[in-house]
DNA sequence: GAATATGCAAGTGCGATTGTTACACACTTT
DNA sequence: AAAGTGTGTAACAATCGCACTTGCATATTC
C-alpha cells in the first residue's frame, strides 16, 4: 500500500508556519526540517490552500502562511485536505453479486466500518494545530520567536 | 492509510465459512464469491490461520473452517491479522532532528494519533463476523442453509 | 493409488507516492 | 524598469506494496 506521509509532513509544517508567528516560511526552508523536496512540500501547500488552511505570498521574502488562525485548524481538517484515500480499500473488483454472501456484504460491513471512521475522524477534530504546535515548544526546550 | 483490499476480503470470507456453518470451504470458492484468485485467498487465509482465527484441512473435501466460534472473532482481530501497515504513515525520511520543529513533532503528535487510533480500534472491537454474517442473511434474504 | 486441496515460491503488471529536473509566472526590492 | 526571489506546475524516473498468474511439492481423503 504505497501510504501516504502527507497528513504527518502536513502537520509539520504547519506547526513550523505557526512557531513562526505571521513571518512567511519558504518551501525549501519547509522541505529542509521535514526531509523532503521543496516540490513536494509545494504540492502539499497546494492542497492545504485549497482547502483554505493557508496561502502563499510571492516574491523575496515570501513563502507560506496560515490562512486562519492555528487554533482554529484541526487535525481533521488537515488530514482531509491532503489524504486521498479512504480509511477502508473495498475489494478490487466488485464481489460477485449473484452470490448469497457477495451480493450483500459491502452493505453489511458498512455501518460497522462507518462508525470506526466516525471516531477516528471524531477523534482528529478534537486537537488543533495550535495544540500540536505548544507540544512541540514543551518538549523541544524551543525559545520563541524560532529562529531555524 | 491502509490501501489493501484484504481487511474487506477476509471479513467477506469468514462470513462466507460463517454461513456454511461447519462444513469447509474451498479457496477456490471463496475466491469466486470474492472475485479474486484462489492464491491470493490462501495467502489471506495463512494470515488468518497464524492468528488462529482459522484452520485448513486437506484433501478431497476439505477447505477452510473457522478455529473458533464466529461470536468471538471481532473485526479487530481480522484487522490486525491481515492489515500491516499502521493506520498513520509517518515521514518517508525522519524529519531533520537539529531543527526546533523537526527534532520533537514526530513526539508531539503522537499522543493524539494514538487516541484517534485507539478509538478506531474500539469500534472495530465491538462488532462480530457472526453480526456481519447474520447482516448479510438479513439483507440478502438468504435461506440457510447456504447452498452457495 | 488416484483425485483433491492446501502451501508456497517466482515472476509480471499495475497504481500511488516520492523525488528530480525544468521552466513559466508573479511579486518584491533596488 | 531590471534583477532577484519564490511559487506553481508539468514531465519523467525510481520505488514500493498489492494483486494476479503459473507451477509444483505436500498432505489428506476416497
Redesign the interface.
Known amino acids: 500500500?504505497?501510504?501516504?506521509?502527507r497528513?504527518?509532513?502536513a502537520?509539520?509544517v504547519l506547526?513550523?508556519i505557526t512557531?513562526r508567528d505571521g513571518a512567511p516560511v519558504r518551501s525549501e526552508d519547509l522541505a529542509?526540517?521535514?526531509?523532503?523536496s521543496a516540490v513536494v512540500i509545494r504540492a502539499l501547500l497546494s492542497r492545504l490552500s485549497d482547502a483554505g488552511l493557508t496561502t502563499s505570498q510571492l516574491g523575496s521574502g515570501g513563502g507560506a502562511l496560515l490562512a486562519k488562525p492555528a487554533d482554529q485548524i484541526r487535525?481533521l481538517d488537515v488530514y482531509e485536505a491532503v489524504?486521498d484515500?479512504?480509511?477502508?480499500?473495498?475489494?478490487?473488483?466488485?464481489?460477485?453479486k449473484d452470490?448469497?454472501?457477495?451480493?450483500?456484504?459491502?452493505?453489511?460491513?458498512q455501518?460497522?466500518l462507518d462508525?470506526?471512521?466516525?471516531?477516528?475522524e471524531?477523534?482528529?477534530a478534537?486537537?488543533t494545530v495550535a495544540?500540536?504546535a505548544a507540544?512541540?515548544v514543551r518538549?523541544?526546550h524551543?525559545t520563541l520567536p524560532?529562529?531555524?
Chains 1, 2 share one sequence.
Open positions: 500500500m504505497p501510504t501516504s506521509s497528513f504527518a509532513v502537520v509539520h506547526a513550523t512557531l529542509y526540517t521535514a526531509s523532503t487535525l489524504e484515500t479512504e480509511l477502508f480499500t473495498m475489494h478490487r473488483k466488485a464481489p460477485c452470490c448469497a454472501v457477495g451480493g450483500s456484504i459491502l452493505e453489511a460491513m455501518p460497522a462508525r470506526a471512521r466516525a471516531a477516528f471524531n477523534e482528529l478534537r486537537v495544540e500540536i507540544e512541540v518538549i523541544g524551543i524560532l529562529t531555524w
